[in-house]
């Protein structure tokens, strides 16, 4: 009977093992997930804070010109300000990329649409998203993109033979 209940003993100690595995994996995979929601949640606020920026500087350049325009003056030079909202959209642009890869999404090679994850074929162009097929399209672009200033070249000394010639 000792025996019987050793045996018994051992099966539970063994599940309480798989389950406190299996309880730690959990975890894991919770606070893994936390962490990304945290850092997704930091990046919209960094954009939300950007934009906001910028709207104070749109608001600025509006006043600005429309005082002019009131006073009968020359416009301002807003050089200034266009290089911060150029730069802005750029960091804006930036914390993007960075949420889509929190996201991890997929980009299209075609059309530059951020795709979920999963997704076979971009869901606004349909061109293939990975894989073969995804690879050899890449490759005719390049070999495509690589033809065009060959050919041009090619057309302008064939146009300049030909004036010469004339």
């Given at each position: 009977?000792?025996?019987?209940?050793?045996?018994?003993?051992?099966?539970?100690?063994?599940?309480?093992?798989?389950?406190?595995?299996?309880?730690?994996?959990?975890?894991?995979?919770?606070?893994?997930?936390?962490?990304?929601?945290?850092?997704?949640?930091?990046?919209?606020f960094a954009i939300s804070d950007i934009n906001g920026?910028?709207?104070?500087?749109?608001?600025?350049?509006?006043?600005?010109?429309?005082?002019?325009?009131?006073?009968?003056?020359?416009?301002?030079?807003?050089?200034?300000?266009?290089?911060?909202?150029?730069?802005?959209?750029?960091?804006?642009?930036?914390?993007?990329?960075?949420?889509?890869?929190?996201?991890?999404?997929?980009?299209?090679?075609?059309?530059?649409?951020?795709?979920?994850?999963?997704?076979?074929?971009?869901?606004?162009?349909?061109?293939?998203?990975?894989?073969?097929?995804?690879?050899?399209?890449?490759?005719?672009?390049?070999?495509?993109?690589?033809?065009?200033?060959?050919?041009?070249?090619?057309?302008?000394?064939?146009?300049?033979?030909e004036t010469e010639e004339a």
């Amino acid at each position: 009977m000792s025996d019987v209940m050793d045996n018994v003993v051992d099966k539970i100690k063994e599940e309480a093992v798989k389950l406190k595995d299996g309880a730690i994996k959990l975890t894991h995979k919770v606070i893994g997930k936390t962490n990304n929601v945290v850092d997704r949640t930091k990046v919209k606020f960094a954009i939300s804070d950007i934009n906001g920026k910028i709207n104070d500087i749109y608001a600025k350049i509006g006043e600005e010109l429309y005082k002019s325009h009131t006073d009968g003056t020359t416009a301002p030079d807003f050089s200034e300000e266009f290089a911060s909202l150029d730069g802005m959209h750029g960091e804006i642009a930036d914390l993007n990329d960075q949420l889509n890869e929190l996201k991890e999404t997929k980009l299209c090679a075609s059309c530059g649409t951020y795709n979920d994850k999963d997704n076979e074929y971009c869901s606004k162009c349909g061109a293939p998203l990975n894989g073969e097929a995804g690879e050899e399209a890449a490759a005719e672009e390049e070999a495509a993109a690589e033809e065009e200033p060959a050919e041009a070249e090619a057309e302008t000394e064939t146009e300049t033979a030909e004036t010469e010639e004339a």
